[in-house]
């Protein structure tokens, strides 16, 4: 079964600090990954895509295959970074479109002054 | 402007007193979904959509209904909400066109049902 796991509810670090948000998936074929922000009060919106190999705002992720990862990192966290992440997985419907997304349950970052 | 719009935002109800909730985007996309974020559980997809007339079950379907007549519009229907269905609900659309195929995701609906 698919399945995203995301361990950490909720990671508090400092400002500056290194961020690691964790994220492993379960899937039987090739993955298309993704991570998701929501600060407070507003809409998820895309982050970052593991297809495209960039990095946003300071933040990248690598898809693992062989650990099945796709860990979220930054080296040193901004107070403006604060907000809840999600991975999500991808079923490839229609060629691995975004069509049918899983989500994990969701990190809370908080990053404090 | 490009966006995904949902109505109402707030809402609160009754147990078995039927409601929508609209969602419309102008994207022109062809996928839309819905899915509800409860606190620890994440997101949930509800029910999902590749195309005009074209809908299938997310995660969790049970209580909900769905229709797709037009591209842009993709209502949800609570026939006999209940308590267990209060909750935060988003829409969301997408096209496989796009370069990074982004989905869009509306504000959100708060849903009370006391």
Redesign the interface.
């Known amino acids: 079964a698919q399945r995203v796991t995301?361990p950490e509810?909720l990671l508090s670090v400092f400002k500056g600090a290194p961020v690691e948000l964790k994220c492993n998936y379960s899937y039987s074929g090739s993955p298309e990954l993704f991570w998701?922000v929501q600060y407070s009060r507003q809409?998820?919106?895309?982050l970052l895509?593991h297809i495209?190999r960039e990095s946003i705002k300071g933040f990248t992720a690598d898809l693992n295959k062989g650990e099945t990862s796709f860990h979220l990192k930054k080296p040193f966290a901004q107070e403006e970074d604060s907000a809840m992440y999600?991975c999500a997985l991808?079923s490839p419907?229609?060629?691995?479109?975004?069509?049918?997304?899983?989500?994990?349950?969701?990190t809370k970052l908080s990053v404090k002054p | 402007e490009a966006q995904v719009t949902q109505n109402p935002r707030y809402l609160i109800t009754v147990t078995g007193k039927k409601l929508t909730v609209t969602c419309s985007q102008n994207m022109n996309h062809?996928?839309m979904?819905w899915?509800r974020q409860d606190p620890?559980?994440?997101?949930?997809?509800i029910y999902?959509s590749?195309n005009v007339e074209v809908t299938d079950k997310?995660?969790v379907p049970e209580g909900y209904k769905v229709s797709r007549k037009e591209k842009r519009n993709f209502p949800l229907i609570l026939e006999s909400p209940s308590p267990n269905q209060t909750s935060l609900y988003?829409c969301?659309s997408?096209?496989?066109q796009r370069v990074?195929?982004?989905?869009f995701?509306?504000?959100?609906t708060r849903l009370t049902v006391l």
Do not use: C, W
């Open positions: 995301q509810k998701y809409r998820l919106q895309l895509r495209s999600y991808s419907h229609y060629g691995g479109s975004q069509g049918n997304l899983i989500f994990g349950k969701g | 062809e996928y979904s899915y620890g559980l994440g997101l949930r997809q999902y590749m997310g995660d988003f969301a997408s096209s496989p990074n195929n982004e989905q995701f509306g504000p959100g």
